[in-house]
């Protein structure tokens, strides 16, 4: 099995880029200001926009699906090895944790 190793990025114009070898392209554009950006172990990407409506994003295989919507400034992601995401929503001061089957809940909350 060969690993390739890559970069990723995000622009102000909503773009995910791939950088690669010397080279970069865009692997996804049209977000409304992407923030944190996180790889899992099946190659997905899952990604937060930072807004006050904002969203938890996985893009896989080119396909764009909308986890979470009308989080308050989400920003950082957290993946862990049995399969649960983390989401640190910034403007409610809470932690949210979803389990790999779907369930939800709030880790923490001021």
């Known amino acids: 099995m060969s690993l390739v190793r890559f970069l990723l990025?995000?622009?102000k114009s909503g773009e995910i880029m791939e950088y690669?070898?010397?080279?970069s392209k865009i692997i996804y554009k049209g977000l409304k200001n992407p923030d944190q950006i996180?790889?899992?172990?099946?190659?997905?990407?899952w990604i937060t926009e930072d807004k006050?409506?904002?969203r938890l994003l996985r893009l896989q295989h080119g396909?764009?699906?909308v986890i979470?919507?009308?989080?308050?400034?989400?920003?950082g992601i957290a993946l862990h090895k049995d399969g649960s995401v983390y989401i640190a929503e910034q403007g409610k001061h809470r932690?949210?944790?979803l389990f790999?089957?779907?369930r939800g809940g709030r880790v923490n909350q001021k």
């Open 9 to 11: 990025r995000w622009t």
């Open 20 to 23: 690669d070898k010397g080279h």
């Open 38 to 45: 996180e790889c899992a172990t099946d190659g997905s990407l």
């Open 52 to 54: 006050r409506q904002g």
């Open 63 to 65: 396909v764009l699906q």
């Open 68 to 75: 979470l919507s009308g989080l308050n400034y989400p920003q």
């Open 95 to 97: 932690v949210i944790r």
């Open 100 to 102: 790999r089957h779907g």
